[in-house]
């Protein structure tokens, strides 16, 4: 049983007249009327007599709507305990990508919740794929997604298919990450080339709209290489095995020093990445969703001011 059904009952009881309750309701009377009329086939009995006098409930109709009038009440104390309960928890939730400085902003905008109120913060690391679908199926209220430039035109125009609202962050150039100690730490003038005998780290669930197993333009894949899925395990590979590599976005120095690691610039090869935050386009974002946003863009300019080899 529907509730509308139930609210459209006692608005015409309230008024007596279909006309009155429709022009209250904001329907068209015709409409209205066929609801209400249907709903009576469905529950098998009248609950408005229509008359000269208006539409006056029945003596059924009259014990249903003592029932409707009822389940209402209880209707609005639910959304009243859900209404309270959101004003008190602080509700968040978003896609990102596998990106340290992203992972940084969260961080920071966690430190300035209020620990003194309820917390509900739901952080996933996913591809660009998944996270729009998160968007779309309306799980997440935000989303960052990561691309190469080469194929934004394919990312643009899924976007647009899903009705997503999509804000560009940043456009970088990867960097190669590796350990102090890996052979190449110091070399000058590094090349994409130069790393074709070491062991790259990749994430391994990367995709592209309407693409599959797309690859890069001039990209020569190496054939050593350890896929990976989050960030933890990545870190701790580079710092451990010292001829392992991988091309990633600018990461705050502070990460890089945990781990005892140095990021380089490198020439050869399509290289250049784009940062965008999404969302779908009948949502308003919150008062915490700006402060991520804030917290986002402070952490990309804080590494997209370091300096790099």
């Not at 780290?201 to 990976?228: Q, R």
């Amino acid at each position: 049983m529907n509730t509308l059904h139930l609210k459209y009952a006692l608005e015409i009881e309230k008024t007596r007249s279909i006309t009155q309750a429709a022009e209250n309701l904001f329907m068209a009377q015709p409409n209205l009327s066929k609801a209400i009329k249907e709903f009576e086939e469905s529950l098998g009995f009248a609950i408005f007599e229509r008359g000269p006098r208006g539409a006056i409930p029945t003596k059924q109709g009259a014990e249903f709507l003592s029932y409707a009038r009822n389940i209402l009440n209880q209707v609005d104390k639910i959304e009243s305990i859900s209404k309270n309960f959101q004003s008190e928890v602080q509700q968040f939730n978003v896609s990102i990508p596998r990106g340290s400085y992203i992972a940084s902003s969260v961080v920071r905008f966690v430190e300035q919740l209020d620990f003194h109120k309820g917390i509900d913060v739901n952080v996933q690391e996913t591809n660009s794929v998944q996270a729009i679908t998160n968007i779309v199926e309306h799980r997440f209220n935000l989303g960052v997604i990561r691309y190469d430039v080469t194929f934004e035109n394919y990312f643009r125009d899924y976007l647009k298919d899903k009705d997503l609202v999509f804000e560009p962050i940043w456009e970088f150039e990867n960097l190669v990450i590796f350990s102090k100690d890996h052979p190449l730490a110091q070399k000058e003038d590094l090349h994409i080339s130069d790393l074709d005998e070491y062991v790259e780290l990749v994430h391994g669930d990367t995709s592209i709209p309407y693409l599959h197993h797309k690859k890069k333009p001039n990209y020569k894949e190496n054939d050593k290489k350890i896929y990976v899925y989050e960030r933890a395990s990545q870190f701790e590979i580079l710092e451990m095995i010292q001829g392992s590599y991988m091309l990633v976005s600018p990461i705050p120095q502070s990460m890089l020093d945990r781990f005892h690691l140095v990021q380089r610039s490198y020439s050869g090869g399509a290289n250049r990445y784009k940062d965008v935050l999404i969302y779908h386009c009948d949502y308003n974002l919150s008062e915490l969703d700006r402060k991520f946003v804030d917290k986002l863009y402070e952490s990309k300019n804080e590494v997209s001011f370091q300096h790099f080899q």
